[in-house]
């Protein structure tokens, strides 16, 4: 055991697991509570998620009899990082020594017994679906991994700011159960294992193999929101795309909704992954020549907890982390303002509702922007700059207020048009009157 622990990091940890403040909670306070399993101590104990307790002991039970040690032994195992894990923590923890021990034993061997079940259940699925036999189909028993149902809950609370544990504690239980093993375990294992919670519940869809896992910002990740945040990102920073912005403009944190910016003119078209961008972030919004070119996201249960949270993460972090996920809520929450945006948006197969009602996606955006605050170096601020502008040009008023006005539909065309031949041959036939008269000689009596 000594030896295992030499090297470990001993630098003081900031806290990065915190309590979410009022404003934020008061708007939605079960967006940030678990619903099936307490992680970390601020919710340990709670009543209606003890029956998840015996999960963990089975977990628990399970890596004993893999590894033929007790719980002793790992309790006294676990106990070299509690001073350490207790600095992550923002808030007052109301637990004694032993009781937090047990809590880091039981959560880390919960989330790495969890994840690596679950993953393997995955793979033997997708095996038999091929028509490949499995050699992991016995994980399909599981009581917790053969219900779709639950796996999504559980890892919707993985993915909640006051439902955390340090990586670092679940490193270590995971380095210390395999190191007999074959294949010692590598940071990268674990992070590639901790991608699982936010793939299953993120609007769009995330390509893992393009992460990086060596990179100190990734490998160094502190808990699950922490992780998302370092390897979900904008192809452009956030520098690269102010650069106008940052030349003594004041920011532009302003814009009109889809059913105005439509009424300047402006169109709305989905962008899709491609050879020249892969894997496209949700993030990577363009605003090119009155054209808004989208990526695809999908609107589901699980999307206002997910926000919510991460957005949660970024409030209450240091002000120098980019807020990018804070940024991109709160430019949807300008685009939609109501159900006819939302309408818009899928028409334009930009938004993927699977939520069914279109109102509740606009209330759920706009609720969003209550209790957070944006800073200066917004994210979309040059480019609410330029639609702004473009919206302003009198030519693009009055050729979208024609269009919309009397080239709304075919006949409304055809009519228009008409009406404007049958002018020009009223105007062009009193030209030609007039010039008559004026170069016809007068006559003689």
Not at 393 to 414: G, H
Request: with cysteine; glycine share 2%.
């Amino acid at each position: 055991m000594e030896e295992h622990i030499v090297g470990i990091e001993e630098r003081e940890a900031m806290p990065c697991i915190f309590r979410v403040h009022e404003e934020l909670r008061n708007v939605n306070t079960n967006a940030y509570t678990p619903r099936l399993v307490s992680i970390g101590p601020y919710h340990y104990g709670q009543p209606k998620l003890l029956a998840m307790e015996n999960h963990k002991e089975r977990y628990l039970e399970l890596v004993l009899q893999r590894t033929n040690q007790t719980q002793e032994y790992y309790l006294d195992f676990m106990r070299i990082f509690e001073e350490r894990a207790r600095k992550y923590y923002a808030d007052p923890i109301d637990l004694d020594s032993d009781e937090f021990v047990k809590m880091m034993l039981y959560d880390a061997c919960f989330i790495v017994e969890f994840l690596v079940l679950v993953i393997q259940s995955d793979r033997a699925k997708y095996q038999r679906q091929q028509g490949q036999q499995s050699r992991d189909a016995h994980h399909d028993y599981d009581p917790i991994v053969n219900k779709s149902w639950i796996k999504a809950h559980i890892c919707c609370d993985l993915m909640r700011l006051e439902n955390q544990l340090p990586f670092f504690v679940i490193f270590e239980f995971f380095s210390f159960v395999t190191a007999r093993t074959q294949n010692p375990p590598s940071t990268s294992i674990l992070m590639t294992l901790a991608t699982y919670p936010f793939c299953r519940i993120m609007p769009k869809k995330f390509d893992i193999s393009r992460i990086n896992f060596e990179d100190t910002s990734v490998s160094e990740s502190k808990h699950f929101l922490d992780l998302l945040h370092n390897v979900y990102r904008p192809s452009t920073s956030r520098e690269r795309s102010n650069e106008c912005q940052n030349r003594n403009k004041r920011p532009c944190f302003k814009m009109p909704s889809v059913i105005e910016l439509q009424d300047a003119g402006i169109k709305f078209e989905v962008v899709e992954d491609d050879d020249d961008k892969p894997n496209l972030s949700m993030f990577d919004i363009r605003f090119e020549h009155g054209h808004f070119k989208i990526p695809k996201f999908k609107v589901g249960d699980w999307t206002e907890t997910f926000f919510r949270n991460i957005i949660a993460y970024e409030q209450h972090s240091s002000n120098d982390e980019p807020q990018y996920f804070t940024d991109y809520t709160h430019f949807m929450d300008l685009l939609i303002n109501s159900k006819e945006d939302v309408k818009q948006l899928r028409r334009h197969d930009v938004l993927d509702n699977w939520l069914g009602d279109d109102e509740e996606v606009a209330l759920m955006f706009n609720k969003l922007g209550q209790g957070k605050i944006i800073e200066d170096q917004f994210y979309y601020a040059e480019m609410c700059s330029e639609v702004n502008a473009h919206c302003k040009r009198w030519w693009n008023r009055t050729r979208a207020s024609l269009k919309r006005d009397y080239f709304k539909n075919i006949w409304v065309t055809v009519a228009t048009i008409a009406a404007a031949f049958l002018l020009l041959l009223t105007i062009t036939q009193t030209v030609i009157a007039l010039i008559t008269i004026i170069i016809s000689p007068p006559s003689r009596h």
